[in-house]
């Protein structure tokens, strides 16, 4: 077999070590190994022909080899060899306890499933290996692709009925995931609407602990990442093993501490209520399982998961296709928190005008412009241009904001109808529905069954015309509800299910077709604010909205929690008014700035009440944002002191890939006994390098050098002006090679 490059590629000078991936099978052991980054991946074919893993971890010597994989040992008759064999893709068959990737049921109500190997092909970066029940034409093949540069592996398979009659699937993962019996930390993303990004972090016990959504789409309650550590690692050191699965239907990663103390993660499409009928020839395919490995806590995981989101995920523009990093955020203004419903043409030109004069980039019109749209009850679905609210269609406005220097977005929310509207009227059927049963409504409102191909073609139809007939840059793209009743009485009783895989799919389809017909159309993924975002819906969105939750201090914690998983590249933060709706707590213009400016900006208060003090503020920082964006949002992130669980202190800090700048933001909830902020030691610079420092808001302590080693501000450290005290307060600096 063929062996694909080599461990490093070290060319004579300068000195220039380039990370290479190796994928290597050794045909006589039946091993397959993946090396990328700094990580390897090993699994191989045991005696019983079962796929088994044997290593996930830091990067092994080139030379190092490993044995033919033997099947874990009966610890008892109770605990067998199946369920103690950490297989790659385990059927639920034979004698399998834990948690099977894959269950099915055939048509004669035969439902073990035991999968073996059966051939496997090699690829750029990766193999594809097939399995095969060991008696039916079931066959699963299971897809590799490591990133040389990040270690990271993408991991899905296929599901194959070669037979002539159905197989029904009924649990179908993604991938299972390995390590080796150990005291072990979880963490996962949790939360609420309004309350998203809790960072829950909690010992591995023996069990299971399941995160999941069963709300047909990814859901605010719990995001489909998670992060496993060693007892003693942290945000800087050890080991941690993470994952992020890119689905945006119901999901379930299930982390599983087995009877021999060895933990499992096994994480697809959510099996409750699931049934995907494979009539003879079809084939079922899970979505990517993501997973990687760092030795440097989680600051390390989440930079490689950071930079793996933008080299490999996010969408390219026409205007960046083929460049290394998307495009950067425009920083926009949006009018809901300033309007909400009551949208008018004269009101969103004066708007529009305030924008412009801040320096915002692109204006943004939130809901209420379409329809009989004058509040939550009705007009979603009726996508027309409510002539009450713009008598001359949305040109003037759009012509305005073009002359006013800024590009044009608007809303859109098109999985949904209100019962109040015309397009109910007419197709009360196309809703997610049981026949003869209630609709129960959230929000006034029902969701569209978009795995029907007639709502899947009106849905495109009518995004297409809006973005042909109009001059718009970019859409925000809304999901106000879940699920309930998901029934599809178009399909036989027995297929009826595959609603959960079809409905997310055209979503895809409908957002890929789109960016296809408007190559420069931009997307943001919103959901009530962070109820979508994973990495299936960042394949086709360039940004997402994390949360209705705009308070600038429980951002700041949101934002530490979204960092763990999510590039700060896609994390849209708005500026909105004070005191907040929400928690009507009261801050400066200048400490809620710099709470969003760690993130892609935008602006969403009401600009008109702003005093010409606040507006300076504003336009002061935007300037000084755009200048240091790319290093904020592209570069890696350090979180040097967390907001969470009542700190009176927090800091972050990003670096730019070549070390030629930094950006630190410092945040005190509220000084307590006088006390000062504390010296930050900074990271990731270039020790010989010297980096002169420059306030972007906030000061130095007197006395501290303008400028200094990389080497003063990691060992020293940055200090802060003693005035850096009181509640709510802000402090930023740039630091740039000289
Ligand atoms: C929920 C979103 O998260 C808000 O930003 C806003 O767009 C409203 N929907 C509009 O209905």
Not at 85 to 94: K, L, N, R, S, V
Not at 234 to 253: C, K, M, P, Q, T
Not at 304 to 326: D, N, V, W
Not at 461 to 486: H, Q, V
């Amino acid at each position: 077999m063929k062996t694909f490059s080599f461990a490093l590629l070290v060319l004579a000078m300068p000195v220039l070590v380039v990370a290479q991936s190796v994928t290597h099978f050794d045909a006589g052991a039946k091993v397959f190994r993946l090396d990328g980054g700094n990580s390897s991946y090993v699994f191989g074919v045991n005696a019983r022909g079962e796929l088994q893993q044997l290593y996930w971890g830091g990067r092994l010597g080139a030379t190092d080899s490993f044995p033919k994989a033997k099947p874990a040992m009966d610890w008892a008759s109770f605990d067998d060899s199946y369920s103690n064999t950490p297989q790659e893709y385990a059927g639920w068959g034979a004698g399998l306890f834990v948690e099977p990737a894959l269950k099915v049921t055939f048509a004669d109500g035969n439902r073990d499933l035991v999968l073996h190997y059966e051939s496997h092909t090699e690829t750029a970066n990766g193999f594809e290996v097939v399995l095969k029940d060991i008696k039916q034409p079931v066959y699963v093949t299971l897809h590799y692709a490591i990133d040389p540069e990040s270690g990271i592996l993408a991991r899905s398979a296929t599901i194959e009925n070669r037979g002539t009659d159905a197989v029904t699937v009924e649990q179908a993962a993604a991938a299972a995931w390995a390590l080796p019996a150990g005291h072990y930390t979880l963490n996962y993303l949790t939360g609420r609407w309004a309350g998203e990004w809790t960072l829950t972090q909690e010992t591995v016990h023996p069990g299971a602990r399941v995160l999941e959504s069963r709300r047909g789409s990814t859901g605010h309650q719990a995001n489909p990442w998670f992060a496993i550590q060693t007892g003693d690692a942290d945000e800087n050191h050890g080991d941690v093993w993470f994952g992020a699965l890119g689905w945006s239907g119901s999901w379930r990663i299930t982390v599983e501490q087995d009877q021999l103390d060895a933990v499992r993660v096994t994480g697809g499409f959510n099996p409750f209520d699931f049934g995907y009928v494979l009539k003879a020839v079809a084939r079922l395919e899970t979505p990517v399982f993501y997973g990687g490995y760092s030795a440097h806590g989680l600051g390390g995981a989440s930079r490689l998961l950071h930079r793996y989101e933008i080299a490999h995920i996010l969408p390219r523009t026409q205007k960046t296709a083929g460049q290394p990093e998307p495009e950067l955020r425009p920083v926009i203004y949006n009018s809901w928190e300033a309007t909400e419903f009551k949208v008018t043409e004269a009101g969103q030109v004066a708007l529009a005008e305030k924008a412009a004069a801040l320096g915002v980039d692109r204006f943004v019109m939130d809901d209420g412009w379409f329809g009989q749209r004058k509040d939550d009850r009705a007009g979603l679905g009726d996508w027309y241009v409510n002539q009450e609210k713009f008598p001359h269609g949305l040109k003037p406005l759009i012509d305005k904001v073009h002359a006013l220097g800024m590009d044009f977005g608007l809303w859109v929310e098109p999985e949904m109808v209100n019962p109040d509207s015309d397009l109910y009227r007419k197709h009360p059927d196309w809703v997610l529905h049981f026949p003869g049963r209630p609709e129960t409504e959230q929000r006034n409102q029902l969701v569209l069954n978009l795995a029907r191909p007639d709502v899947r073609d009106y849905i495109l139809g009518f995004l297409d015309k809006i973005l042909t007939d109009n001059d718009i840059a970019f859409l925000k793209w809304d999901y106000n509800r879940n699920w309930s009743e998901p029934g599809w009485d178009q399909l036989p009783a027995a297929e009826q299910k595959r609603v959960y895989v079809d409905f997310t799919r055209n979503l895809y389809g409908i957002l890929a077709d789109l960016r296809k017909k408007h190559p420069n159309v931009e997307i943001e993924s919103c959901s009530g604010g962070g109820g979508r975002v994973d990495l299936g819906i960042l394949r086709y969105t360039d940004e997402v909205w994390p949360s209705d939750n705009t308070d600038p201090f429980d951002r700041l914690s949101q934002q530490d929690g979204f960092s763990y998983a999510y590039t700060p590249q896609v994390m849209m933060a708005w500026v909105t008014d004070s005191p907040h709706w929400l928690n009507k707590r009261t801050t400066s213009v200048s400490y809620r700035m710099l709470s969003s400016m760690q993130g892609s900006l935008g602006i969403g208060a009401n600009i008109a009440n702003w005093t010409p003090e606040e507006a300076a503020t504003a336009k002061r920082l935007i300037a000084a944002y755009h200048q240091v964006q790319p290093t904020i949002v592209q570069g890696d992130l350090y979180r040097l002191i967390s907001p969470r669980n009542g700190s009176e202190f927090s800091a972050t800090q990003t670096v730019n890939h070549d070390k030629s700048q930094s950006v630190v933001f410092a945040f005190i909830h509220s000084t307590q006994m006088g006390r000062i902020f504390p010296t930050l030691k900074l990271k990731g610079l270039d020790p010989a390098a010297q980096y002169a420092l420059t306030p972007i808001e906030g000061k130095a302590r007197a006395g501290a050098p303008a400028a200094a080693s990389g080497a003063w501000w990691m060992n020293h450290g940055l200090d802060f002006s003693d005035d850096f005290r009181g509640d709510f307060q802000a402090a930023a600096f740039r630091l740039d090679k000289r």
